[in-house]
């Protein structure tokens, strides 16, 4: 048992001590907006020493322990005739519950434990709304349109303590959200404790550095548990248990991500004999040749599976570099001795042979949507993060899967203008475009979509060094993934933002560090409104072909009128590897007042301002003048997300206008720039 307070379910029962104005509130203040609320007459007034309660109920029974943490709150009614808040549970499953509020006393009913517990969630988020003193009478009906709802929290870019994961379990019940994902293992630290490899949590889980991007700044070198330096850690099989436990009385469970074959650098550094150059800081990714590899891989499950009892087991399978094997002999071996034709056969070889271990033990798989390549294991559930192609596909044949695209459920991603926000990895997802996904793409039959096990939000930390700093990235933004996972697809953005404003301050009350969601900037404002240009429609020649994966609207974007929001990633920016060069035929010999285009900064995402603009013009398109060179004045490593506008004045005549842009030399680097804006008078 395991419901020992933390702060906040202390603040959390201190609701009760309102400010003199009084207020009612209703189904229609919550988050997650309930399915169902048929208004009554009149109003319930909340009892100034809290609700009475008592409880019938049919299943083995936790909720009383659960209320007791708030006993300012609920305390039991020493008669049943005398209770204002009658619970009535029965045997069943499910996280439905109805809530009948009637002027002198509250009904809920729900066929299960953890439908009573998401119903006694309602009332605290109703009750705890500043100024609440009535609230309105009438029949919640309410239940989840999907069973996954997730946050994944990544310990480890940037260790978290448990009491930190204790207090967003706690926020996390307060929105019926209920799977905790937890990415264990990457190349920045190793951080469950495994006990026949020691190496992982003496060695592995440790770094000289304490933030990940000052650790990848100087080589990217872990230390020893007692190095004086050491930084990091890990959680022991106990306080996992402990945890579990935690998570499990508020309807959440803790699903853990052991990450094979790829990222896992930390592995190949501690037991080099795992990787196929066999020497440590070389390989990111597991040898698939070894069998030691895959008694690694069973020993460290076997222990998971100890710890967890999560039916899902995630075994990340994302972004594995595959680089080594090519030339590994032991993973030749491999692909000769199974027939593998290529190197995505050899990971799907890998992800098949787990999940066969896996569900012998009667436990399934969860992967990212890399899984997919080479062939999907049978019983498999894919998480689709490069978008939603990958999971359609896998619900296509019949898979399950868990919703996460970068674009709406990456909250990494900044989710307000970069100038006024930390650092981050890039990208832009505001509340708004968060709440905008629909999961259900509109391709799949109903068939298909009921194996749409739901959907979560992945908070990546390689930029999140603090706590504090985390919890402002989840909250409002879990918000939106809490009400997409649990209410009917019906979206209204202002209401949904006046309610999270609301949530928000109540979290803030509660110590959460949230952020400032009624200061939001907002997007680009330049993007807002058409552009002025006086290239508007012109034709455009590439002497430098834009990227595939980003050409926007194609031939025409440069001169649309149009300019980028805050990302690369909204199909308004047009990228290009290396350098940019391109011609604008404006069709007749024009006076040009000047040349400007816009480029964008975001080197997290190797994206970089050109080093320097040239600008040349021609009447005839053969014989070009160059009108001005204008240099970069930005530290091409400068941390922040910016734009900066590169603009030349003239006053020559010209048909043809040429812009060059030198591309910084980081390798890899991108150059991204949105409209070249001509003025001709
Ligand atoms: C991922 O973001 N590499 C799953
Ligand atoms: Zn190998």
Known sequence: MNLKKTLVST???????????????????????????????????IPSGGFSYSIKSQAKENLSDYLSLFPELFSPADKTSKANLAIEIGKGSGETYTID?????????????????????????????????????GKISDSPRFAHRGLMFDVSRHFRSVDFLKKQIDAMALMKLNKLHLHFTDAAGWRMEIEKYPRLTEFAAWRPQATWQDWADNGARYCEKNDPRASGGYYT???????????????????????????????????????????????????????ATFKFIEDVLDEVIEV????????????????????????????????????????????????????SKGRDIIGWD???EGGLAPNATVMSWRGTEGGITALKSGHKVVMTPGEFCYIDYTQDAAFKEPVSIGGFTPLKKAYSYEPVDSSLTSEEASNLMGLQANLWAEYIPTDAHAEYMY??????????GWSTP????????????????????????????????????????????????????????????????????????????????????????????AIVDLGENRTVHSVAATFMHAPGAWVHLPDNVTVEISTDGIEFTPVETLWSDVDP????IMMKNFAVATDAKARYVKVKAKGHNRPGAWLFTDEIVINCP
């Open 101 to 137: 509020i009637t002027p002198r006393r509250i009904n809920v009913k729900a066929p299960s434990e953890a439908g009573a517990f998401y119903a006694i969630q309602s009332l605290i988020q109703l009750t705890g709304i500043k100024g609440a003193t009535e609230i309105q009478t």
């Open 490 to 581: 019906e979206k209204n953005y202002d209401d949904f933002h006046r309610r999270a404003l609301v949530l928000n301050a109540r979290l803030d009350s509660l110590g959460y560090n949230t952020f400032d969601l009624a200061n939001e900037y907002g997007e680009r404002r330049e993007s807002l409104t058409p552009v002025v240009n006086s290239a508007i429609g012109a034709t455009v020649e590439y002497t430098t072909p834009y990227h595939s994966k980003y050409p926007a609207a194609g031939n025409s974007t440069l001169v649309d009128g149009i300019r980028g929001g805050w990302t690369y990633g909204d199909k308004r920016w047009q990228g290009f590897l290396g350098d940019f060069e």
């Open 637 to 640: 490593m400068y941390p922040k």
């Open 370 to 372: 890399e899984i997919l």
């Open 237 to 291: 099989k106990n306080e996992l248990r402990d945890l579990i436990d935690y998570a499990a009385h508020r309807n959440i469970t803790v699903i853990p991500e052991i990450e094979i074959p790829g990222h896992s650098k930390e592995v190949t550094s501690a037991y080099p004999e795992l990787s196929c150059a066999g020497v440590p800081y070389t390989d990111e990714d597991l040898c698939i040749g070894k069998e």
């Open 475 to 484: 909250y409002p933004r879990a918000f939106a993934i809490a009400e997409i």
């Open 11 to 45: 603040l959390l029962a201190s609701v009760l001590c309102l400010p003199a104005s009084a207020a009612t509130v209703g189904a229609s203040d919550l988050i997650p907006r309930p399915t169902e609320f048929i208004r009554g007459k009149g109003s319930f007034t």
């Open 308 to 359: 967890f009892p999560s039916a899902y087991i995630h075994i990340g399978g994302d972004e594995a570099s595959k680089s080594g094997w090519r030339n590994c002999p032991d993973c030749q071996a491999r692909m000769k001795s199974e027939g593998l034709k290529d190197v995505d056969e050899l990971q799907s070889y890998a992800i098949h042979r787990v999940e066969k271990y896996l569900n």
